[in-house]
């Protein structure tokens, strides 16, 4: 059974980046899409980008555009998202979670991370 | 891009049935999905393709949709139902993700 497991919480200051990991354990990864998506304190669900392992390739949402940095590694079937020049707007719950091709959907998310952004 | 709209809140008597909206565009071109999320946990894939359900999702829950407005109905409600329910779909370019807002079930 495929899992995907987050790094753990991280605190940032503002101006400065963080670096969230996805790993898939127990199966296949590179041949779906990874994409992230982050909920902040009391707030709904917002999309911020994907990415096709396989590929190397994805995009990400307007809002993130110039921010955000998305990768995999497909040795270790793992997919990162990195965001730059935080605030604490940024203070969020990130999760990963694979687009499956048959749902067209989401089929299977993180467990979530928690990120605070804070002086 | 465009948006999927979802009404705040809605409450429901335990047992009694349930529907719960979402609006938007790109539902006219695009299937919509349906989470569950509770406090504390990663969402949940409900419904799917409009009226699909996962395995081991009870068929409680069911989806439809008309124009650009898709509904997840949830009969005989329980106790456990109370939660946050999210739609989602593709945006208008089909390569990005929408979801609503939210809609947080209360149950009576």
């Known amino acids: 059974q495929v899992q995907l497991v987050q790094s753990g919480a991280e605190v940032k200051k503002p101006g400065s980046s963080v670096k969230v990991s996805c790993k898939a354990s127990g199966g296949t990864f590179t041949t779906y899409t990874v994409s992230w998506v982050r909920q902040a304190p009391g707030q709904g669900l917002e999309w911020m980008a994907k990415?096709?392992?396989?590929?190397?390739?994805?995009n990400s949402a307007q809002n993130f555009q110039g921010r955000v940095t998305i990768t995999a590694d497909k040795s270790t079937t793992t997919a990162y998202l990195e965001l730059n020049s935080l605030t604490s707007e940024d203070t969020a719950v990130y999760f990963c979670a694979r687009e499956s091709v048959e749902a067209d959907g989401f089929d299977l998310w993180g467990q979530g991370t928690m990120v605070t952004v804070s002086s | 891009s465009s948006e999927l709209t979802q009404d705040p809140a809605v409450s429901v008597a335990l047992g009694q049935t349930v529907r719960i909206t979402c609006q938007g565009d790109?539902?006219?071109?695009?299937?919509a999905s349906w989470y569950r999320q509770k406090p504390g946990q990663a969402p949940m894939l409900l419904v799917y393709a409009t009226n699909s359900r996962p395995s081991g999702i009870p068929d409680r829950f069911s989806g439809s949709t008309s124009g650009n407005t898709a509904s997840l109905t949830i009969t005989g409600t329980q106790a456990e139902d109370e939660a946050d329910y999210y739609c989602n779909s593709r945006d208008s370019s089909g390569d990005q993700w929408l979801f609503g807002g939210g809609t947080r079930l209360t149950v009576l």
């Open positions: 790109s539902l006219r071109t695009f299937y």
């Open positions: 990415i096709i392992p396989i590929l190397g390739t994805g």
